[in-house]
């Protein structure tokens, strides 16, 4: 009865870890990571079950978190190994889900604020041009706000 009661109790809690988070939740974190290094930690750390398998949308949310620990930290062997990691998470995503266009919109702003000396910016143009084929598809309006906005902000 005890086994039973605790492959339950296991079951349980399986399916409630399996529920993946709101987007608009994701998004809103992943702003408010750039000003503040607690909610990155903590955007992590809510991302970490998420992989190119299960979820490569949260692993791209995941790659530009850690991406952006690299803002928080001092030392720059640390800022380039959060980017190193970071990059390698997101371009596993993209690989898993090549035409998500939320995807390529991460990268195009990841590749747009980082200074060109990484060598990070060899799908700039594909992605832009990527991302204006794709706006009349988007079904998220909130989505499609803030690419349309932001592409306008990077014309």
Known sequence: MRLIACFLILLSDLNYTAKDPSLSSIRLKFHNSTTSEKVCKDLIKQLEPY????NPLLLGYKGG???LMATHVVNPFS???YFK???IALEKAIQADKNNVELRF???TVQTNI???LG?????EKDREFLKESLNGIKDND???IITSYLKQKS
Request: charged share 30%.
């Open 143 to 145: 989505l499609k706000k």
């Open 85 to 87: 990691k970071g990059r």
């Open 115 to 117: 200074p060109s000396f």
């Open 120 to 124: 990070y910016s060899s799908h700039l």
């Open 65 to 67: 978190a850690i991406m």
């Open 79 to 81: 800022k380039l190994s």
């Open 51 to 54: 992989n190119e398998k299960n």
């Open 106 to 108: 991460l990268r195009y």
